[in-house]
């Protein structure tokens, strides 16, 4: 293979583990995955259960969307204020549409907008993701700002229980989905100069998301009676008492809601072209020619119809974040690296020998961590799968 060719071992002397090129996790799974009678099984494994995800994630972020769409845009309360709008109910006081319909409709406007990109490659998004990320962290801090407020008032409503252990599945879903990047990271650890201290970096950037995940959480179980799926809906303007409302704090309800619109709509066709390009991998062999419409058309309403289809049927962001972090997203999370892991080190071994110390290595390097990591994954499993049947089946 080209990567351990006697070339590139004599340039490379001393320097046997070093991070020059970018490479991905896919070309990692066909590098190091084992073929089954001459055939790249298990990378196509990958690549499938790395599709799976994709749709799960593109589902999620059209049901976002158009939930925060639907609830700007709807006017009509029920004589109850404090009653939570029901997908049956009226979305105009003078029209008999309903709030499902007008979902249905954001859904279908927010594709028919976002889709056609997918057919294009996005090369020039480093400006869209600087406004995306200064949009995410001004919508954090006002979210947490504005709990901390609340709570410093004495006008909190939430009463949590201490533990309930019924809601332990969902949390482990939404906590894998959470901190879902490892399909990212080696993208993300490339141009990164000093790579001796990798490990030190990466432990440091999880732990300020954990802190910043517990800050936004605690502060808002406790601001608030109920949380929404989508927690910037529990800032969304009160329209039952809208005519006392400040205008600043109004202008910053509306921004609160439609947050998910500023920065999924720019992420939605990076996520969508990725499955594009995933699902070619999957499907077609690189050493043939396509037709303009299988490798231009096709595979682009691939990558948009299932999840649109998705979208339309239900809206629950909660169900949806739940089962794609703690099927597909465990996998990518947990089992992928796991095993690759495995068949690294064994191809390092076969080529280059134990007499070289690998300085990026593990601190975790028993053979018995990898097996404890998968177990874990089938205990999520099980768990998120137990919550789910008891769930819809109502015996929870």
């Known amino acids: 293979d080209v990567f351990f060719s006697d070339g590139v071992i004599e340039r490379t002397v001393g320097e046997y583990y070093a991070i020059q090129e970018r490479i991905e996790m896919g070309q990692m799974a066909k590098l190091f995955y084992p073929k089954v009678s001459s055939i790249a099984v298990w990378d196509k494994v990958f690549y499938l259960v790395l599709c799976i ?34 997908d049956s109910d009226l979305c105009f006081i003078d029209s008999g549409m309903k709030r499902l319909d007008m979902y249905r409709m954001c859904t279908l406007i927010f594709v028919g907008v976002m889709g056609p990109f997918v057919f294009f490659n996005l090369t020039k998004t480093k400006y869209m993701q600087i406004m995306t990320t200064i949009t995410r962290w001004l919508a954090m801090g006002t979210m947490i700002t ?129 499955l ?15 037709s303009f419409f299988t490798s231009r058309c096709l595979f682009p309403l691939l990558a948009i119809i299932p999840p649109t289809i998705i979208g339309l049927i239900t809206s629950n962001v909660e169900f949806l974040v739940g089962i794609t972090g703690a099927y597909a997203g465990s ?40 097996v404890v990591i998968c177990i874990w994954t089938l205990l999520c499993w099980v768990l998120v799968s137990i919550y789910l049947f008891g769930t819809y089946t109502g015996s929870s």
């Open 331 to 370: 996998v990518i999370q947990y089992v992928v690296p796991a095993t690759l892991v495995i068949y690294a080190r064994r191809m390092t071994l076969q080529h280059i020998g134990m007499g070289v110390k690998n300085p990026f290595a593990s601190p975790l390097q028993h053979s018995s961590f990898v």
């Open 53 to 86: 995800y994709l749709y799960g994630d593109l589902a999620i972020y059209e049901a976002a969307v158009a939930k925060s769409l639907r609830d700007i845009i709807c006017n009509f309360r029920p004589v109850n204020c404090s009653k939570d709008p029901l």
């Open 146 to 274: 504005w709990a901390i407020v609340i709570l410093g008032e004495g006008k909190g409503t939430g009463h949590p229980p201490l533990a309930d252990f019924t809601k332990l599945p969902q949390l482990i879903g939404v906590c894998v989905y959470s901190f879902m990047c490892h399909h990212s990271l080696p993208s993300l650890i490339t141009p990164i100069n000093e790579k001796r201290s990798i490990l030190k970096l990466l432990a440091a950037d999880y732990l300020l998301i954990l802190l910043f995940y517990y800050l936004l959480a605690v502060t808002g179980v406790f601001a608030f009676e109920t949380l929404e799926d989508l927690y910037t809906l529990n800032f969304e303007p009160n329209r039952c008492n809208s005519g006392s409302t400040p205008l600043i704090i109004y202008c910053l309800q509306v921004f609160l809601s439609l947050f998910p619109v500023f920065t999924l709509s720019t992420n939605f066709p990076i996520i969508a072209i990725t």
């Open 276 to 290: 594009r390009n995933n699902l070619k991998s999957l499907f077609l062999r690189e050493s043939r020619r396509y």
